[in-house]
């Protein structure tokens, strides 16, 4: 079997085997080169220790040097290359204590967590499978390497990330692999809030989202609210990820639909940025409203929200409905109208926002109303009129109004 590299690979491989150091391709790439999948990266584990990487390339970066990875650029692409290693004892649920380097592949592999992910290759030795990856691929399954308690004491995250594989790859998980999972669920509690976030994301915005409820029935749910209060069913969630687009405010707003009260709190726990939490918040207070196709309440929409996120909104009222028929959001087609609506406000600039008056508090200032709440009273009120009456849009007729609203 011969698999397809990238040139770079192949220099940084053939330029370590000229000075006397074994180098293959590991890990995912192999994997999802074995699968018929384009690699995302490309990392390479070399018996060359890092000083000895660090004089062979000209560019190279110290990402990781403690545990042996220096990052190689050529042609302004990265690759992590990392020394032969064994770990030492993991005191934190997470990552060793310490690193010792070796000369043998066959131990570097034997310290990864599932056989698919342990497979090493290069063209002058072909695969490299001591623990039967490949078969394991073939047949879609997800297997530790060597003893799944042992792996999973050692790093308590591949809990997670076997679920999610799980989901990503469609694979099913060993039975000895996924038994291993609820006596050791809670050591899921000693790892960062952002690493599972990052494997629950990625499960929820897989190919197959179905998994979800595994993380569930595997005893690792608790681990992952970690005292926060969550409602919703987890079976229903999943059905409904497998129609939802995959951007992380649209995905948790069906997540975290039941729990309206609680969703910046859930988010700001699950360490999102602001600009998630906020779009989030936004959908699940809307996702119950209904809204009718009507120009001004549409642009009422359009207002709190922008054209984007309106129309993310529509997507999610049209995926819920199914599973909540009870709701006040309307049948689909009238998501399609409104939408259509919102497209024509916007093709012909109709306002809906205090940008887009034709008059601004300058204008105001000099008509004699200072800044202050009252001035902000008498623009909102000008908003509402125009986005009602958009032939109202005009200077001198809102300079005019605004005035006879002061002096009121």
């Not at 394991?136 to 004491?153: L, P, Q, S």
């Not at 790892?191 to 197959?208: C, F, G, P, Q, Y």
């Amino acid at each position: 079997m011969r698999l397809s590299i990238p040139n770079e690979a192949k220099h940084i491989i053939t330029n370590l085997a000229r000075a006397g150091y074994s180098a293959y391709m590991v890990g995912g790439c192999v994997r999802d080169s074995l699968m018929g999948l384009m690699p995302k990266d490309w990392d390479i584990a070399t018996s060359a220790e890092p000083t000895a990487i660090k004089r062979l390339f000209t560019h190279t970066v110290d990402t990781g040097i403690k545990h042996g990875t220096v990052t190689v650029v050529i042609n302004r692409c990265n690759y992590e290359v990392t020394t032969f290693r064994i770990d030492g004892e993991y005191q934190d649920g997470r990552r060793p204590e310490s690193v010792a380097f070796t000369n043998s592949i066959e131990d570097d592999l034997s310290r990864r967590d599932f056989t698919m992910n342990a497979i090493a290759y290069n063209h002058q030795s072909g695969l490299v499978d001591p623990f039967g990856g490949a078969e394991d691929i073939a047949k879609k399954n997800i297997r530790c390497v060597g003893n799944a308690e042992h792996r999973f004491t050692e790093d308590a995250l591949r809990m997670m990330r076997a679920l999610r594989f799980a989901a990503q790859l469609g694979f099913s998980i060993d039975p000895n692999t996924i038994s291993a999972i609820p006596p050791l669920a809670e050591r899921l509690g000693l790892v960062s809030i952002e690493r599972v976030r990052d494997e629950l994301t990625k499960l929820m915005s897989s190919a197959n989202p179905h998994v979800l409820p595994l993380v569930e029935e595997s005893g690792l749910w608790p681990y992952v609210l970690r005292g926060m209060t969550f409602s919703g069913k987890l079976d229903k969630i999943a059905m409904m990820l497998e129609t939802c687009p995959k951007e992380p405010a649209m995905l948790y707003a069906l997540l975290l639909k039941e729990e309206k009260k609680s969703v910046g709190a859930f988010l700001r726990h699950l360490r999102f940025d602001n600009n998630t939490i906020n779009k989030t918040v936004l959908y699940v207070n809307w996702l119950d409203v209904p809204i009718p196709n009507d120009r001004y309440a549409i642009k009422k929409a359009l207002a709190d929200m922008g054209m984007e996120s309106f129309v993310n909104l529509l997507t999610l009222k049209s995926i819920i409905y199914p599973f909540y028929p009870i709701s006040p959001t309307a049948p689909q087609e009238s998501w399609d109208r409104q939408r259509a609506t919102a497209e024509n406000i916007l093709k012909y600039g109709e306002c809906f926002t205090l940008k887009e008056l034709d008059i601004s508090g300058q204008d105001l200032i000099e008509a004699g109303i200072l800044p202050g709440k009252e001035m902000g009273q008498i623009m909102a009120n000008l908003l509402d009129m125009v986005m009602q009456y958009p032939c109202l849009n005009k200077k001198a007729f809102l300079l005019q109004y605004a005035c006879e609203l002061h002096s009121v």
